[in-house]
């Protein structure tokens, strides 16, 4: 914390932030709508696939923004794969919202294990059937996040988070903010 408070405030950073306890869904859209036009991006939410001790890998998660690819009509078969039209209508989350995604991301991989099959990774439709089960047992829950952004404003979310565990800082970057007064544009 003391690093991040060190840096120039143009410094742009990403980072993983671990929880000290798995959030729900709903803490999590609280964190996304909270950060809105904080100029801090949540890149990432890792979502828990296994029991606390074990993480399985690959580790699996999704970006919570809306942002993306957009695949035509994938919505009318798996409602929730796309989630920036909801975004977009209302500017906000919910833990609805991201669990159904999540729920839908997971169905898609499993409604086209052929694709797997084909690449010869079999391995995956063990997997993909074992986060659908934990999921369905224990709930989705996220045991972290990944951010980008200046170190304001990742501070200032951290003092959101009620617990955090660690923030490991992956890249930082000398961005100077543009503003309106900047004639280089």
Do not use: C
């Not at 993306?68 to 078969?77: A, H, L, R």
């Not at 919910?94 to 898609?108: A, C, G, K, P, S």
């Not at 304001?152 to 979310?157: P, V």
């Amino acid at each position: 914390m003391e690093k991040l408070k060190s840096l120039p405030t143009f410094s742009y950073i990403k980072a993983y932030i671990s929880f000290d306890r798995d959030l729900s869904m709903g803490e999590i859209a609280e964190l996304v709508n909270k950060t809105g036009d904080s100029g801090l991006y949540i890149a990432w939410v890792g979502i828990r696939n296994s029991e606390k001790d074990i993480q399985r890998l690959p580790l699996i998660g999704f970006e919570p923004t809306g942002t993306g690819p957009v695949f035509n009509k994938i919505n009318e078969e798996y409602p929730h794969y796309e989630i920036s039209e909801y975004m977009s209508a209302s500017n906000t989350v919910n833990e609805n919202l991201y669990e159904n995604h999540f729920r839908d991301l997971i169905q898609f991989q499993l409604d086209h294990l052929d694709f797997f099959n084909m690449i010869d990774q079999r391995h995956f439709n063990e997997y993909y059937q074992s986060v659908k089960d934990y999921i369905n047992q224990n709930g989705i829950y996220s045991y972290g996040i990944v951010v980008q952004g200046y170190p304001e404003s990742i501070l200032h979310l951290t003092n959101q988070v009620e617990r955090f565990s660690d923030i490991y800082v992956e890249d930082i970057k000398m961005v100077l903010p543009f503003t309106s007064g900047d004639s280089n544009g």
